[in-house]
């Protein structure tokens, strides 16, 4: 008993003396508030590369991609100018037995930059690689082959619209957005809307919807004679045009030596195995849809968010 009486009197007096000392800082206390010339994710009076207006040490990198650069990189260059910023979406889906599953997202690496390049003012977002494939329970559309993943309409608006609030706060007037897929338009369409709606379009959300149109790629390459519009069809989630593409990203997403060495180098009666010819080919699709949605990209800004189809 004498214990216990010891033991309750301890704890009622620890429990005084903790009432009595000064709240602590993040405890209900108050914090000193924080140095405004923060950045780069550390303190300025640690460290002056963690000042906001410290001059950048090295030169900047000949890259228009923000993940690749550093935050004095992305800094330097939206004061030289460059606050457009383009947002692509791509997926992770089934593609036949030679693509990688990140088709859409290699085609939008090699493309983005041209159209980022195009603008001239422009930087490239990551890629969005999680879009919306087919319904998760039960599973749907591409969700029913193996190493898929889909979002659902709500989680991928909700991520566009985060994404693209935050280079609202970091001081872009223009937020691009395009998708390699078409069941991502829907979506970009709806974010693009709605933010315009909400922000009074400042900065202006434009969605290219045009972007995603294959049929100019498929007319490109009957124009100068790589296909044939009746020529043959190897009925996979396949064709030239997103091969070609993809080709200059990089050739493994494609299994361009392993295809070659199994006299499997062809889609459609298009070969592939001339590395060279099938690269010049792929950078005259990529060149050809840069100019296409860098021009749509400049109408629909003056058009205040409303792309403009062009034929």
């Known amino acids: 008993m004498k214990h216990a009486i010891i033991t309750v009197l301890l704890v009622a007096g620890l429990g005084a ?12 206390g108050q914090r000193p508030p924080a140095d405004p010339r923060n950045a780069g994710g550390g303190n300025c009076s640690s460290n ?10 090295l030169p900047p990198p000949d890259t228009v991609w923000m993940e690749d650069m550093t935050w004095m990189d992305v800094r330097d260059a939206v004061k030289a100018g460059k606050r457009t910023v383009i947002i692509s979406t791509g997926g992770i889906e089934p593609n036949g037995p030679w693509l990688a599953l ?6 939008l ?3 983005c930059d041209a159209i980022a390049r195009k603008l001239g003012n422009a ?3 990551p890629i969005v690689p999680f879009v919306p494939e087919g319904s998760l329970e039960p599973k749907s559309s591409h969700m029913l082959t193996v190493g898929t993943i889909s979002l659902e309409e709500a989680t991928f608006e909700a991520l566009l619209t985060d994404i693209a609030r935050s280079y609202k706060m970091h001081g872009f ?4 957005l395009i998708g390699d897929s078409g069941g991502n338009q829907e979506g970009m369409k709806a974010v693009a809307e709605k933010l315009n709606a909400q922000w009074n379009a400042k900065p202006v959300v434009v969605h290219i919807p045009e972007y995603y149109a294959y049929n100019t790629v498929a007319k490109l390459l009957t124009d100068i004679g790589v296909t044939k519009a009746d020529g043959a069809k190897d009925n996979l989630h396949d064709d030239p045009g997103i091969t070609l593409n993809m080709l ?10 392993q295809r070659v060495k199994a006299g499997k180098a062809t889609i459609d009666g298009v070969s592939i195995a001339d590395k060279a010819k099938a690269l010049e080919i792929g950078r005259k699709i990529v060149d050809m849809r840069a100019t296409r949605t860098a021009d749509l990209i400049r109408k ?8 403009t189809t062009q034929p």
């Open 102 to 107: 990140g088709k859409h997202n290699f085609v």
């Open 248 to 257: 200059v990203t990089d050739p493994n997403s494609v299994r361009w030596e």
């Open 300 to 307: 629909a800004i003056a058009n205040k968010g409303k792309s």
């Open 123 to 125: 930087l490239c977002a």
């Open 17 to 28: 003396g903790l009432a009595a000392q000064p709240p602590a800082p993040g405890r209900g």
């Open 48 to 57: 002056p590369y963690n000042c906001v207006d410290t001059p950048n040490p």
């Open 109 to 111: 690496r090699a493309n």
């Open 173 to 176: 007037d223009t937020i691009v």
